[in-house]
């Protein structure tokens, strides 16, 4: 009879209230023995319970779940106590039994559209920063670029019990479905995005048009006055609201706009060196462009270089025909760029606080009127 090889495996199991317990296991290298004797035994281990945590700290079980929610008027001493239990018996709570208590499970669900995008990378971080700092946890799940798994997504995020739901980027025509299921689910739901949102929803979302007229009008303050609109696609919504304020600022100092000086063209450097080339041999007299976003930025930079109108600022501009930038970029981002740039700065760290803080509003007062937040833009000139 052909012997089995033995797998020794080692167990430890160790509480601070209790000694350090050696277990070994001797079975075969198919696992099957093991799987059996291991299940056995985690079924022998006594699950801590909110009960153990009250009996340790000397206090009642409502003062362990008052201090693990963070209500109540609880003594620092007290609280001490209950936290000191918690990390000596090794207690974990289980926010899905909370929730079918009828309190609160302290997670908000996170569906992210495009985490590529640094934008709401930063965003992410700043919602996190601000939960946990709040005692909360975040669920975070991507929604794919189209949204075409956001359904699905929120389902899963209410079965878990969360208590809030966020959605950021723009879920397409499943925005009227999302909102459907939560309000069935009793789950607040909050749509944070680039660009505007039908005004039947709980958004938060940047001001791009408030960002183009500030850019717009700190390039008029320099004294220019022929300024043109370089990059972006014509069927994207931040574009267009951007394109509105640039517009709408124009026209309020009365200066000429033509159409032929919004010119439409990739974010990559190459495409915007080229565009700037084309639109300065026609229109030589243009003095400032507006750059849809930073690589846009950097790519008329470059075409200035090579047209012999590079970017300046003061007298200079004027003997020489140079043509001054602003542009558009995530905070982080504008540092990055060693051009001389006007910047209209969105941060998506400042939109992820303010997400956390409309969310736990919403959580609070379910009932309350829908409110659309708006982070406004910064201004940062580099010479």
């Known amino acids: 009879m052909q012997q089995q090889d033995k797998t ?46 009250a009996l340790a700290a000397g206090v009642s079980v409502t003062t362990v779940s008052l201090v693990l929610s963070g209500k109540g008027r609880i003594s620092a001493q007290t609280g001490q106590r209950v936290h000191d239990a918690i990390e000596e018996l090794g207690f974990v709570r289980n926010r899905q039994a909370s929730a079918l208590r009828g309190g609160q499970t302290g997670v908000i669900g996170l569906i992210v559209c495009d985490l590529a995008q640094t934008f709401y990378a930063e965003a992410t971080s700043g919602l996190s ?101 370089l990059g972006g696609e014509s069927s994207s919504l931040i574009r267009a609201e951007r394109v509105g304020g640039y517009c709408a600022t124009l026209l309020k100092y009365g200066l000429p706009f033509h159409s032929d000086w919004v010119v439409e063209c990739d974010a990559s450097q190459k495409q915007a060196a080229e ?43 004027f003997f020489e025909q140079q043509v001054s930038l602003a ?8 540092g990055q760029y060693d051009i001389p740039v006007a910047w209209a700065t969105l941060s998506g760290k400042e939109m992820g606080y303010l997400l956390a803080e409309r969310i736990l509003q919403r959580i609070d007062a379910p009932e309350r009127t829908l409110h659309h937040a708006v982070l406004s833009p910064g201004l940062v000139v580099n010479p």
């Not at 209230?17 to 296991?25: A, G, K, R, V």
């Not at 790519?299 to 012999?308: C, D, H, I, N």
């Open 275 to 317: 565009a700037v080339q084309l639109l300065l041999s026609r229109n030589p007299t243009i003095d400032a462009l507006v750059c849809y976003n930073g690589p846009t930025a950097v790519g008329a930079w470059f075409g200035l270089l090579r047209a012999g109108r590079q970017a300046g600022s003061g007298l200079d501009r």
């Open 129 to 229: 920063e601000a939960l946990e700092s709040e005692g909360r946890m975040v669920f975070l799940l991507h929604g794919g670029r189209g949204g075409e798994h956001m359904l699905t997504r929120l389902n899963t995020l209410l079965t878990q019990g969360v208590d809030g739901v966020i959605i950021a980027g723009m879920p397409g025509e499943q925005g009227a479905a999302l909102r459907a299921r939560a309000q069935e689910a009793g789950v607040p739901l909050i749509f944070a995005s680039r660009a505007n949102y039908p005004d039947d929803n709980d958004t938060v979302r940047p001001d791009n048009t408030l960002a183009a007229q500030r850019v717009t009008e700190h390039l008029i303050q320099q004294g220019h006055q022929r300024i043109a609109w």
């Open 327 to 334: 542009a558009f970029a995530d905070a982080w981002e504008q």
């Open 8 to 53: 020794f495996y080692l167990i430890l199991v160790r509480n601070k209230s209790h000694n350090l317990t050696i277990i070994w296991f001797i079975t075969s290298v198919i696992g099957k023995s093991f799987y059996r004797v291991s299940d056995t035994f985690m079924s022998t281990v006594k699950k801590i319970t909110i009960n153990d945590v």
